[in-house]
C-alpha cells in the first residue's frame, strides 16, 4: 500500500512571495506518477501539477513547479509569485502506473495555503 | 454541461435513513471514481467504474455502501442506514480512460456534503 504525508497542515504567506509546500510518500512500486491539486472552497479538486517517476526533469506550469526527489520519496510544490486566488488546500497525491486502470490516487492529508494581501 | 455534475450539493440524513448520491460524469468518459473525503483529511478511494463494469470496489466501507452504473455514464452511491460516521464529502471523478496510455487526467465534481444528524 502506497501512503502520501504531507507535514505542513496550514502555512501562510504574503502576496508575492514565494512558498514551498513539502509531500514525502512511501511506495514500492518503482513506476508511478505523483500529483499535487488544489480543492478551493467550492470543493472541486483542480489538477495543478503531474509528474511522472520515470522522468528526472522536474515538471513546471507557469507559477507552478515540482522538486521531485526519488530516491528520497520526495514531492514539494513552489509556487512563485503567490497570487491572493493560489489560497485554498493542497494536496498531494500519488499512483502508480502498473495497475491497468483500475487504481485510484492516494492522497495526504492536504496543506491549507493562506495568501496575505 | 461540460464537467462532473453532483447532485445533491448538500445533504442531511437522520442516523438510520438511506440516501442516494448522484454523479453526471463528462459525456464520453469512461472512468468513474467515487471518493470520501472527511473532514480535515484528504479524500479516500471508495470504487472504480469502466464503464458499467465496478472493477474495484474495496474502499467501500462497509457493506451498508453501494454503488453502481447501470448504463455505463450516471453513477449513483447509495448508502444504507446512514450513521454519524459517515458524515462526509463525497467527491466524484471522471477520465476519459484512466491509466491507459499514460492518460492520468481526471476531472472532478463539487462533491455532495452529506451530514448524519
Known amino acids: 500500500a502506497q501512503t502520501v504525508t504531507q507535514s505542513q497542515p496550514e502555512m501562510s504567506v504574503q502576496e508575492a512571495e514565494t512558498v514551498t509546500l513539502s509531500c514525502t510518500y512511501d511506495?514500492?512500486?518503482?513506476?508511478?506518477?505523483l500529483f499535487w491539486y488544489k480543492q478551493p472552497p467550492s470543493r472541486q479538486m483542480i489538477l495543478v501539477i503531474r509528474?511522472?517517476?520515470?522522468?528526472?526533469q522536474n515538471a513546471t506550469e507557469n507559477r507552478f513547479s515540482v522538486n521531485f526527489q526519488k530516491a528520497a520519496k520526495s514531492f514539494s510544490l513552489k509556487i512563485s509569485d503567490s497570487q491572493l486566488g493560489d489560497t485554498a488546500m493542497y494536496f498531494c497525491?500519488?499512483?502508480?502506473?502498473?495497475?491497468?486502470?483500475?487504481?485510484?490516487?492516494?492522497f495526504g492529508k492536504g496543506t491549507h495555503l493562506i495568501i496575505q494581501p | 454541461g461540460a464537467g462532473v455534475s453532483q447532485s445533491p450539493r448538500y445533504k442531511v440524513a437522520k442516523r438510520g435513513q438511506d440516501v442516494a448520491l448522484r454523479c453526471d460524469p463528462i459525456s464520453g468518459h469512461v472512468s468513474l471514481f467515487w471518493y470520501q473525503q472527511a473532514l480535515g483529511q484528504g479524500p479516500e478511494f471508495l470504487t472504480y467504474f469502466q464503464n458499467e463494469a465496478q472493477l474495484d470496489k474495496s474502499g467501500l466501507p462497509s457493506d451498508r455502501f453501494f454503488a453502481e452504473r447501470p448504463e455505463g455514464s450516471v453513477s449513483t452511491l447509495k448508502i444504507q442506514r446512514t450513521q454519524q460516521e459517515d458524515s462526509a464529502v463525497y467527491l466524484c471523478?471522471?477520465?476519459?480512460?484512466?491509466?491507459?496510455?499514460?492518460?492520468?487526467?481526471?476531472?472532478f465534481g463539487q462533491g455532495t456534503r452529506l451530514t448524519v444528524v
Open positions: 471523478a471522471s477520465s476519459l480512460g484512466w491509466g491507459r496510455d499514460g492518460n492520468t487526467e481526471a476531472f
Open positions: 497525491a500519488f499512483m502508480k502506473s502498473s495497475g491497468g486502470g483500475a487504481d485510484g490516487l492516494t
Open positions: 511506495t514500492s512500486e518503482n513506476n508511478y506518477y
Open positions: 509528474q511522472e517517476a520515470y522522468k528526472q
